[in-house]
Antibody
Framework: EVQLVQSGAEVKKPGESLKISCKGSGYSFTNYWITWVRQMPGKGLEWMGITYLGDSDTIYSPSFQGQVTISADKSINTAYLQWSSLKASDTAMYYCARRAIDGKEFDYWGQGTLVTVSS | QSALTQPASVSGSPGQSIIISCTGT?????????VSWYQQHPGKAPKLIIRDVSNRPSGVSNRFSGSKSGNTASLTISGLQAEDEADYYCCSYASGSTRVFGGGTKLTVL
């Protein structure tokens, strides 16, 4: 069974750094792309970027380029989303999802990680 | 890269059909046949219901169908059921191998 399991909820202060994770199981992780999607409270989905686990090729949304870093460690089937200096506006639910191997859509999703940034 | 345009809300009675539109540009929806649709119930992760404009993944009800004309894609839900009440998002592949989501549509089953 394909599963993407994300790390737990985080509460941070502005200016702090953070790295959240997304661990895949039940499939060959290195053959797939993993994407990250932001959902601010009460708002819609926003595409942040996507990384290929095989060679770490990463593409960012212009809206998020320079604001976050997407990475992966294929040896442990895990993708990451990190911030070097959080802002209150980073408060949101963050989802990882797998891009289908034969298409462009996202066929499996993680359960989401809630990040709260507050002083 | 602006979000695709969806109606904020639609509603219908059980058994009826509804259509949700998703309007983009010639750089995304109009250029590629890679529009997907996602259903999201409150507090849950999104679920893929349509891929490549009109294809249903295995296990998705045939009451869901998709289409595209020009820069606008559409999701049709026929035979509305109470369980269909959710938020729906379109997503398009775009130039530079990026993606863009629609703003989302809240479906209310009356």
């Amino acid at each position: 069974e394909v599963q993407l399991v994300q790390s737990g909820a985080e509460v941070k202060k502005p200016g702090e750094s953070l790295k959240i994770s997304c661990k895949g199981s039940g499939y060959s992780f290195t053959n797939y792309w993993i994407t990250w999607v932001r959902q601010m409270p009460g708002k819609g989905l926003e595409w942040m970027g996507i990384t290929y686990l095989g060679d770490s090729d990463t593409i960012y949304s212009p809206s998020f380029q320079g604001q976050v870093t997407i990475s992966a460690d294929k040896s442990i089937n895990t993708a990451y989303l990190q911030w070097s200096s959080l802002k209150a506006s980073d408060t949101a639910m963050y989802y990882c999802a797998r891009r289908a191997i034969d298409g462009k859509e996202f066929d499996y999703w993680g359960q989401g990680t809630l990040v709260t940034v507050s002083s | 890269q602006s979000a695709l345009t969806q109606p904020a809300s639609v509603s219908g009675s059980p058994g009826q059909s509804i259509i949700i539109s998703c309007t983009g540009t010639s750089s995304d929806v109009g250029r590629y046949n890679y529009v997907s649709w996602y259903q999201q119930h409150p507090g849950k992760a999104p679920k893929l219901i349509i891929r490549d404009v009109s294809n249903r993944p295995s296990g998705v009800s045939n009451r869901f169908s998709g289409s595209k004309s020009g820069n606008t894609a559409s999701l049709t839900i026929s035979g509305l059921q109470a369980e269909d009440e959710a938020d729906y998002y379109c997503c398009s592949y775009a130039s530079g191998s990026t993606r863009v989501f629609g703003g989302g549509t809240k479906l209310t089953v009356l």
